[in-house]
């Protein structure tokens, strides 16, 4: 029996971790255990999720005034540990 040509081979080994990666994404989304993805509306010129399994606790806190964000290329306190 002929061995593959090593670009045969490279080709496969791709096709099959495409495969698997496709496959554990698909799992990951199923698994995800949420039901109501959400919408966005529009009102006053804001955007706003509305519903899903996003909540005001899972995202970083920001500065509401301009003058106290950070500047370009620094740091952002919020993130320190």
Do not use: F, K, W
């Not at 495409?18 to 010129?45: N, W």
């Amino acid at each position: 029996m002929a061995q593959p040509s090593t670009g045969a081979l490279s080709l496969l080994t791709g096709a099959v971790m495409a495969a698997a990666l496709s496959g554990a994404a698909v799992l990951a989304v199923l698994d995800s255990g949420c039901d109501d993805p959400g919408t966005y509306t529009e009102h006053d010129g804001v955007v706003e999720l509305i519903g899903g399994c996003l909540h005001p606790s899972d995202l970083p806190i920001t500065p509401h005034n301009p003058a106290d964000a950070p500047a370009p290329g620094t740091a952002d306190p919020s993130l320190a540990r």
